[in-house]
């Protein structure tokens, strides 16, 4: 089980999602924006923090990565590949998940434990977790106030696409939503850091359910294809 | 031909603009009354070389779509100027 970790000048979670990773017995190895494969790779996830500095809009700069090619032919193919944070706009500018981000309602960079319920578990990343179980998990960010056209929001929820809503609205997302996937539903992203939440230490263990989701989607993928 | 290009980023109607928001509400405090509607964009401004106008306004179009706003959340305006070789003045205006 082998995860690729993308990270971009500017990206600033990925030892922690590597870390997470290697915390439940798989191998992930960090990999950089200007590479133009992904060979051998189980699933793939695009790490938090500010790619080319958040300038001109979080996300914008970083799609027309060399690796983002790469990304799109592994999703294209049902490979999972998870967004967290500044991955889930990065996914969101590159098409391959629809709407955006906006600026938090209220102004605040909202930085705190936020309340997750997991809405589907047909997806790469909730795939072991219960739909009405909640999640404790971090949240760390200015620009995650999901919006959309009301006509993906209602195929949004026509399909459960909706993986994750927030308990208590931190952020002005429409519907709550903190986390979605595509239509193949292995493509997902999520504002919150379920990598930040697994270790009695840092708080909560409630990300590793998601990780360990996602290994299994991974794994589930790698023994069909083997 | 060279082209001076500026491209208005706004926010879509709809679209919060907390920045445009939070000045708004400070102005009364500043003793600026009376200012209402402030909305917070950006001015993108550059070179273009193409053949003649047209080319231009659809480099920048295709620019704009792509790139330099997103159609989700966003509104772009573009004003195309042509440069005179000569003076380095700005002859000819144009809007897409």
Known sequence: ??????????????????????????????????????????????????????YLRPGAIARFSPIM????????????????CNGFQVLTEAGLLPGAL????????????????????????????????V???????FEGNYTCSPETLAELRAEDRIVLRYVDNPNGSVDDIAGICNAGRNVVGLMPHPERAGHELLGSTDGRVLISSLLSAAGARSAVSA | MIFDVTVEVSLRPGIADPQGATIERA??????????????????????????????????????????SNPVIEDSTATISAVDAASGAAAVSGAV
């Open chain 1, 135 to 141: 999640l404790r998990i971090p949240i760390n960010h």
């Open chain 1, 102 to 133: 906006q600026k938090n309602a209220g102004l605040k960079f909202r930085c705190e434990t936020s309340e997750l319920r997991v809405e589907t578990t047909d997806s790469a990343l909730t795939g072991e977790a219960e739909v009405g179980q």
């Open chain 2, 27 to 68: 102005l009364p405090a500043l003793g600026f009354d009376g200012v209402s509607g402030v909305s917070v964009g950006k001015s993108i401004r550059f070179r273009v070389d193409a053949a003649d106008h047209a080319t231009a306004s659809a480099l920048v179009d295709d620019l704009c779509h792509r790139f330099l």
């Open chain 1, 69 to 84: 090619p790469a990304v799109g032919d592994f999703a294209a193919e049902g490979g999972p590949v998870v967004g967290i």
């Open chain 1, 1 to 54: 089980m082998n995860v690729a970790v993308v990270a971009f000048p500017g990206t600033n979670c990925e030892m922690d999602v590597v870390e997470a990773v290697r915390s439940l017995g798989a191998e992930a190895q960090v990999v950089f924006h200007d590479g133009d494969h992904l060979d051998g790779v189980d699933a793939v996830v695009i790490a938090g923090g500010f790619a080319h500095g958040d």
